[in-house]
């Protein structure tokens, strides 16, 4: 194929050096961009007269008809081509003729693509916003069935408070709230136009911008030359906006292995979204789990992939920049494969009721609610812990529980509690710590029930 570049050189590219140059494998993706992005070239070439109208008529008619071949797959892109502008300028030479080289008129690859990535990846936040909203959807109807749907609260992995499950699982559903917040931020910061850079320093030709920018729908365009080709800082902010999303997704994914363990026994998972072993009949393996949770490490490694890239490069474009499509891309294309088939897991889970209420009894997990009750009857909070912690010491060394102590015991362990016995055992149940966490934020089940419903209303943008 005809190079863009080559009337400089007298000799042929080696073959290998060919295959190391050659982006056409990876970013053949953009040809939609490419192709968005050059009829909103020619057309202001043709509004600013830098172009004859019927010239850039003639290239935009023929960039419309090759977008729809390409859509239909009535043709495909060069595989000899060097990249994805390459493949689209030569499949338009042969259906226009030479008229196809005037489209690089006041334009130069290195803005050109930082364009076509800018515009995938505005769609990209989209897409991923609405996929991040579906799995908050399923989040808020899945916690709707388990308001009063008791289970162990951890801190470091142990009983500490009683939870109920609808409270547990809101607490991703807000995780999810400020993924969004931040993949919508940066689609702000990715939508701004660097075409009209050219290669570095700008064009003579007398081009319009601001033409460009409305046509593509850009809010604003990047006003230094240099900065407009070699800034991939957006991808960059993606990439750590992406790696938060999937510490969040793995931290769901953990749970959901853990909770569907025999040793736990929380959460029966559905046939559709597990696999089974090769050579043990009985295994059901949570493998949508464990994989979101491998596939953080692949996301990370993205991000520190390209900031790696980034950090040496002087103003203002090197080759080097063409390592910022991979990582983007295997990122993107892992958030759509994660995202619904996580939401598929919860939706298909059935969630074991009884088991969670039985995992809190005799776990000590109601102790704070008897320090709180004694710091009401006038004890310092210090005071209170540490009466607790030895009425749970004697019922740990006595195989009790503090539900099944009687009234001597109590009487005998804290003298205060002499006449409040009875009382103190009816808020020792988890039923009744749960009630009592009505603060807002609390996972008391009304106030459970309130968080919901702003959740909800987040949600429909209310």
């Not at 060069?78 to 226009?96: F, N, Q």
């Not at 593509?216 to 902010?237: H, K, P, T």
């Not at 491998?294 to 040496?312: E, P, S």
């Not at 006595?398 to 109590?410: A, M, S």
């Amino acid at each position: 194929m005809r190079k863009l570049w080559g009337g400089r050189f007298d000799g042929e590219t080696d073959a290998l050096i060919l295959r190391l140059n050659n982006s056409l494998p990876f970013d053949r993706r953009l040809w939609r961009q490419d192709i968005e992005g050059s009829i909103a070239h020619a057309t202001m070439l043709g509004a600013t007269g830098i172009l004859s109208p019927q010239e850039a008529d003639q290239i935009v008619a023929g960039l419309q008809t090759l977008r729809a071949d390409l859509e239909a797959g009535q043709v495909e892109l060069p595989e000899d081509a060097e990249d994805v502008h390459a493949a689209v300028e030569s499949l338009l030479r042969e259906r226009i003729g030479p008229i196809a080289g005037k489209l690089h008129t006041a334009r130069s690859r290195n803005d050109q693509v930082a364009t076509d990535v800018r515009l995938y990846l505005r769609a990209e936040c989209d897409a991923l916003v609405a996929e991040i909203r579906q799995l908050q959807e399923t989040l808020l109807d899945v916690a709707a069935q388990h308001f009063e749907t008791v289970m162990p609260g951890y801190t470091h992995l142990q009983h500490a408070q009683p939870v109920v499950l609808a409270h547990h699982l809101l607490a991703y559903f807000w995780m999810l709230s400020r993924d969004v917040e931040r993949l919508s931020a940066c689609r702000g910061r990715v939508n701004r136009l660097p075409l009209g850079a050219a290669a570095l320093a700008g064009t003579g030709f007398p081009i319009d911008r601001e033409h460009v920018a409305r046509q593509l729908q850009f809010d604003m365009l990047l006003e230094n030359s240099l900065d407009a080709v070699s800034d991939r800082d957006f991808i960059a902010e993606f990439l750590a906006c992406a790696a938060i999303l999937m510490m969040h997704l793995s931290r769901l994914a953990e749970e959901i292995v853990l909770w569907n363990s025999p040793e736990f026994g929380f959460v029966i998972l559905d046939d559709s979204v597990t696999t089974g072993s090769s050579i043990m009949p009985q295994k059901k393996n949570p493998d949508v789990a464990e994989l979101v949770r491998g596939k953080t490490g692949r996301v990370y490694g993205n991000l520190t992939a390209i900031l790696t890239v980034l950090k040496g490069l002087p103003l203002a474009y090197n080759k080097d920049l063409q390592e910022d499509k991979e990582p983007l891309f295997d990122t993107v294309d892992t958030l759509h494969l994660v995202l619904p088939a996580l939401r598929k897991t919860l939706a298909s889970a059935r969630f074991q009721v009884e088991r969670m209420r039985e995992a809190t009894a005799g776990d000590f997990s109601t102790a704070t609610d008897l320090a709180d009750y004694l710091v009401r009857q006038g004890m310092t909070f210090r005071e209170a812990h540490e009466v607790v912690g030895r009425i749970v010491r004697h019922c740990i060394a006595h195989h009790l529980t503090l539900e099944t102590l009687d009234v001597p015991t109590l009487q005998a362990l804290c003298p205060t509690l002499a006449d409040r016995a009875s009382e103190v055992q009816a808020i020792l149940s988890v039923q009744a710590s749960v009630q009592s966490r009505q603060v807002r934020g609390g996972t008391a089940p009304q106030s459970v029930r309130v968080q919901w419903q702003v959740a909800r209303d987040s949600l429909a943008g209310t």
